[in-house]
């Protein structure tokens, strides 16, 4: 079992490799989701999809890691609200946005605008991946954050409560269960809108197991770093898991572009699973190179604003420039996604000073 992480300013430290990353397969699900919405294929980036156990991956580490550190001061209730009230503002105001432009375009008519927005009720509430059926889904691509935070506080409140249970055995059951039965009765990991499991919400099961996976990451990876004076000393391992880990995560990346809906999903988390693990062991020259470059950091930061906003922009860009090129669209709704997402963060960042 782990012991608990000291509180130290290096446990809050962004990882400016995992920033990186974090934005590019943002980009690669924005391209994958305006390609699907705009052109109705998808030529590149048809398995960005995969760039979800990414983030699940990601956001599990790190509820591993605030849990270890904060157990004894913040419940799994606490520390789902303090999550709740970063993300809300950007989620409610892109919620609106959609609302307000399918009025204007009169996808719903103004005199059932109040019934409709009442059906939206448990997307409001981020509830939309607990699987209880609900009459509306608007801005489909949150039902991660949804699924995020539901899972996320099971998990947090697992960590504090029943830690050795957990990481012994329900995390990796949890994994090994759900990744068996997607691959063995769906094929790939492309799912989040139906009950496959149980009856269970596929969106939560798969976000559960990701984050338990995640979990698992933070385990290994602290075990890891205990011999990080011993790699120190060793040129040549170092630069050998050095390379390991941006294979791993690179070739994701690439593989994301041209495969999807294939078998070869799970082989990439696990893939995913190494890299990050291996980036968070600070064993590896990634660390000493990418902290070098603080503007990664903020790359990170905006990522968040480009993920909500991603669908307004996409059907303002159906609704408006409907005649556009492939990579002439792609261009411009890229270029469109990054300026207002960097607009909505400054105007955030100057409302809260």
Not at 71 to 99: E, V
Not at 195 to 204: F, P, T, Y
Not at 271 to 276: E, K, P, Q, S, V
Not at 310 to 316: A, G, R, V
Request: hydrophobic letters at 50%; a positive charge; aromatic letters at 18%.
């Amino acid at each position: 079992m782990v012991k608990q992480a000291p509180k130290t300013d290096a446990n809050l430290k962004r990882n400016n490799e995992m920033e990186l990353f974090r934005c590019l397969f943002i980009i690669a699900i924005a391209v994958m989701h305006f390609s699907n919405s705009y052109f109705k294929s998808c030529p590149y980036y048809s398995g960005a999809y995969i760039g979800t156990e990414f983030f699940f991956l990601l956001s599990g580490f790190m509820i591993a890691k605030k849990a270890f550190c904060q157990a004894d001061t913040l419940s799994p209730y606490q520390f789902t609200f303090q999550r709740m009230k970063k993300l809300y503002p950007d989620y409610l105001f892109a919620f609106l946005l959609l609302f307000i432009l399918s009025l204007v375009s009169g996808a719903i008519a103004c005199k059932d605008a109040l019934k409709t927005l009442f059906g939206y009720i448990f997307e409001l509430l981020f509830l939309h991946a607990s699987g209880l059926k609900c009459s509306g889904l608007l801005n489909y691509p949150t039902w991660y954050l949804s699924s995020l935070l539901i899972g996320g506080c099971i998990i947090y409140g697992l960590i504090c409560f029943h830690r050795k249970l957990y990481l012994t055995i329900i995390a990796p059951v949890s994994v090994i269960a759900t990744y068996s039965f997607f691959s063995a009765n769906v094929g790939h990991m492309d799912v989040w809108g139906s009950a496959q499991i149980l009856h269970l919400s596929d969106g939560l099961t798969r976000g559960f197991a990701a984050m338990s996976l995640g979990c698992l990451s933070y385990c290994l990876s602290h075990h890891i770093s205990q011999f990080k004076n011993h790699i120190e000393k060793n040129f040549g391992l170092k630069l050998l898991l050095t390379l390991s880990e941006l294979f791993c995560l690179c070739f994701v990346l690439f593989e994301s572009a041209f495969v999807a809906d294939s078998q070869m999903d799970f082989y990439l988390i696990l893939l995913l699973f190494i890299g990050i693990t291996l980036s968070f062991s600070n064993i590896t020259f990634t660390g000493q190179i990418f902290s070098q470059i603080p503007f990664l950091e903020f790359l990170g930061k905006l990522s968040y604003q480009m993920y909500v906003y991603q669908l307004f922009i996409i059907c303002w860009f159906c609704l408006y420039l409907p005649n556009l090129g492939y990579r002439t669209g792609i261009l411009c709704f890229l270029l469109c996604l990054i300026a207002f997402s960097l607009l909505v963060y400054q105007i955030k960042k100057w409302v809260v000073k």
